[in-house]
């Protein structure tokens, strides 16, 4: 004898009646496959969270394994790029025809990137934290990629401060002498007392967000990261030797920046390339000197698009 098990979902209808903006699974475990444009694809640990609308007020839920299936079918037999995105929001769908109208996913993983130091050579591994956001409402699609880049930012303010500091050292120690030996000052500059002072510098965040358009396949998280290092030139290092934390310090003097420049270095470096249809940046500039943090944000700022 066969017992059929009852369905809930399909044989009684809700308790109150209303639609739903979105049902579904947050958090779900799970390796991913994801084609990164230049790059080998590779094998990423995601959370992904999975959604539909419940457009029928009178149902009682949705087909929730039929999201995970999809999901997981995506995990063992293709690769995560734009077009597989877009056909698993159709497959949320047209698994839902009578329910739901609009689908929502989001892959949430570390991308790790093998990066050579500055000078030395040496290689090591950089995690760039990676959001990845697909929505097809009533047809109309979008794709994001969210990606957060660490640099280092030297505050031009502290920076001309200490200047002031290593000037009026250098008038006290040397203001008695009529004539100064080249010896006696190249000695003096590499002592503690010679520079007196050093600007304050921390470790800061780039979070970009970046709306794709359909000339892309693979996801350009590589280019978003060179994009991002090579404009603001003081990248956070992996693998380390003396020679590449002196070329380290060189570069941060060189490129000395507020969170305002910061942005709009970025701003301007996203603006020279066409597969983004929008974007939006933060900067985040994790103050040594205060408890708090000094942010920038910016948009392309284009109608309709991203609000700062």
Request: hydrophobic fraction near 40%; charge should be negative.
């Amino acid at each position: 004898m066969t017992t059929s098990m009852p369905d809930i979902a399909n044989h009684t209808t809700a308790q109150t009646e209303g639609t739903l903006d979105w049902v579904g699974m947050s958090n779900i475990e799970m390796p991913i496959m994801v084609a990164s444009k230049g790059e080998s694809e590779r094998m990423v640990s995601a959370h992904i969270d999975a959604f539909v609308n419940l457009k029928d007020a009178q149902a009682k839920g949705i087909h929730m394994s039929r999201l995970y299936l999809l999901i997981d079918e995506l995990s063992t037999s293709n690769v995560l790029n734009f077009q597989s995105l877009v056909s698993l929001l159709d497959g949320f769908i047209s698994s839902h025809q009578e329910l739901s109208d609009q689908a929502k996913v989001q892959f949430c993983f570390d991308y790790h990137l093998r990066r050579k130091s500055l000078i030395s050579g040496k290689e090591g591994w950089k995690a760039y934290p990676v959001t990845l956001t697909g929505n097809l409402n009533q047809g109309k699609l979008t794709i994001e990629l969210t990606l957060d880049v660490p640099y280092s930012s030297t505050c031009p303010c502290s920076a001309a401060l200490a200047r002031q500091l290593i000037q009026k050292a250098f008038q006290d120690k040397f203001a008695q002498q009529s004539e100064l030996a080249l010896t006696d000052v190249h000695e003096w500059l590499g002592t503690t007392e010679g520079i007196v002072a050093t600007p304050h510098s921390q470790r800061s965040v780039a979070e970009v967000k970046v709306k794709l358009n359909s000339s892309v396949n693979d996801f350009p998280i590589t280019e978003i990261v060179d994009l991002v290092e090579g404009s603001l030139k003081t990248p956070v290092q992996a693998a380390v030797k003396r020679e590449d934390e002196q070329e380290f310090a060189r570069l941060n003097g060189q490129n000395l920046m507020f969170c305002e420049d910061a942005a709009r270095r970025l701003q301007h470096s996203l603006n020279q390339t066409n597969q983004f249809d929008d974007f939006w940046l933060k900067i985040n500039h994790l103050e040594s000197l205060h408890a708090h943090d000094a942010v920038s944000i910016t948009t392309k700022g284009i109608k309709n698009g991203y609000q700062p």
